[in-house]
Each structure stands twice: as structure tokens, then as C-alpha cells.
Nanobody, 119 residues
Framework: QVQLVESGGGLVQPGGSLRLSCAASGIIFSRYAMGWYRQAPGKQRALVAAITNGDTTDYADSVKGRFAISRDNAKNTVYLQMNSLKPEDTAVYYC?????????????WGQGTQVTVSS
């Protein structure tokens, strides 16, 4: 069974930092691209950051320069370091694992972790 388990969310003040973790099981982790998405109340789920199995990264413009995604294949874990947090970053953050091979799409999601940025 595939499982993605997020942790590290919580309440932080504007300007603060937080590190999210996502531990994966049931997949060959090194073969998957990993991503962090977020969904604020009343809004669509949107990509925050992604990292390929070759360690190439991509970020949403709104978080570029503030967030950093990384992965540790030995631990089957992907991280999202969030710095200089803003109230607009408040959302449920979801971990995603994706692999596309010969037109087949393998896509998995975690349950999410709440991040609240407020004074």
C-alpha cells in the first residue's frame, strides 16, 4: 500500500520559518518526482514546489526565494523548508508523488498538514 505522511505543520508568526516533511512508503521513491501543493479555504489546490528524480527543482513564483524543496532518497522523504512566511501562505499543504512512464500516470497524495501564519 502506498502511503505519504506529512508532518511539521503548525502555527507560526509572519516572518517565521517551518520545515515540512513527507515520508513515503510503498513506492520506489527514487523513481518518483515529488511535489508540495497547498490549498487555502475557498481556493483551488496549487503547486508550491516540485523536485524530480534527478533533483531538478521548480517553484511557484509566490514562494521563489523563500521556500526550498529537497529530498533524501535514503530516507524516502521529501522536505519543504519555508522561510519568511506570510499570512498568504496559510493553507493545507499536501505531499504528492508522481511517475509517468510510457503514458502511464502513477499519482499519490498525502492527507495534508495545516500551516497557519498569523500574529
Amino acid at each position: 500500500q502506498v502511503q505519504l505522511v506529512e508532518s511539521g505543520g503548525g502555527l507560526v508568526q509572519p516572518g517565521g520559518s517551518l520545515r515540512l516533511s513527507c515520508a513515503a512508503s510503498g513506492i520506489i521513491f527514487s523513481r518518483y518526482a515529488m511535489g508540495w501543493y497547498r490549498q487555502a479555504p475557498g481556493k483551488q489546490r496549487a503547486l508550491v514546489a516540485a523536485i524530480t528524480n534527478g533533483d531538478t527543482t521548480d517553484y511557484a513564483d509566490s514562494v521563489k526565494g523563500r521556500f526550498a524543496i529537497s529530498r533524501d532518497n535514503a530516507k524516502n522523504t521529501v522536505y519543504l523548508q519555508m522561510n519568511s512566511l506570510k499570512p498568504e501562505d496559510t493553507a493545507v499543504y499536501y505531499c504528492n508523488a508522481n511517475r509517468r512512464t510510457y503514458g502511464l500516470d502513477y499519482d499519490y497524495w498525502g492527507q495534508g498538514t495545516q500551516v497557519t501564519v498569523s500574529s
